[in-house]
């Protein structure tokens, strides 16, 4: 997970994968933090945290200014799917307790800055088993706002806040199975329904 602190003028990372030792040895899942601020990458030791994890989500939320962590998986394999939530201050990692989030993995959020809540689309939620529905963070829970949109479920969309129109902007994506040597791709372009949009 990546994510840009404005206000501390840094990029904030988290977990992934590593290196495999050997061919038959499966990718390690990584639970390390660290920070760039332009010139150079500086690990952050800290005592508490996400731990490791891969393919979570991370965006900013400048009305509370820290970066916030969800989801994501242990293992390359998508088996073991996590639903946490983890707030970042610059200092430390703080879990926010009770937040309710989904099981999610390989998805996308985003921070609307209009109505000052975190939007999350796609990944999935069970190995091979796509999500369609959309979940907003007002800063203490999260709550499933619809239950479809785009079409089809993906994996890894592009997920960006337009402030000229005040809405959110999802593009493409990866059809599941993300287990298949070849899976398809998607190019279309959708926004996010507001009642203040109408459509």
Not at 32 to 47: F, K, L, S
Not at 50 to 76: E, F, N, T
Request: charge should be negative; glycine fraction near 12%.
């Amino acid at each position: 997970g990546l994510a840009f602190d404005s206000d501390r003028g840094v990029a904030v990372l988290h977990g992934g994968f590593g290196n495999s030792p050997a061919p038959s040895v499966p990718r390690p899942t990584l639970g390390d933090t660290w920070e760039w601020d332009g010139q150079t990458w500086e690990q952050v030791t800290t005592n508490t945290g996400p731990g490791k994890r891969a393919s979570c989500a991370m965006a900013y939320d400048p009305q509370h200014k820290r970066v916030l962590l969800h989801g994501g998986g242990q293992d390359i394999g998508g088996n073991t799917i996590l639903s946490d939530t983890w707030a970042w201050d610059g200092t430390s990692w703080q879990e926010i307790t009770n937040a309710n989030g989904p099981l999610r993995v390989q998805h996308q959020m985003v921070y609307d800055a209009k109505r000052q809540v975190m939007v999350l689309f796609g990944g999935f939620q069970a190995r091979g088993s796509g999500a369609v529905d959309t979940w907003e963070f007002d800063g203490t829970q999260w709550h499933q706002v619809a239950t479809n949109g785009p079409p089809d479920a993906r994996l890894a969309p592009v997920l960006v806040y337009d402030p000229m129109r005040q809405t959110v902007i999802l593009h493409a994506g990866c059809q599941l199975s993300p287990f298949t040597l070849n899976p398809a791709y998607f190019n279309d372009v959708e926004r996010k329904a507001t009642a203040d949009a109408g459509k």
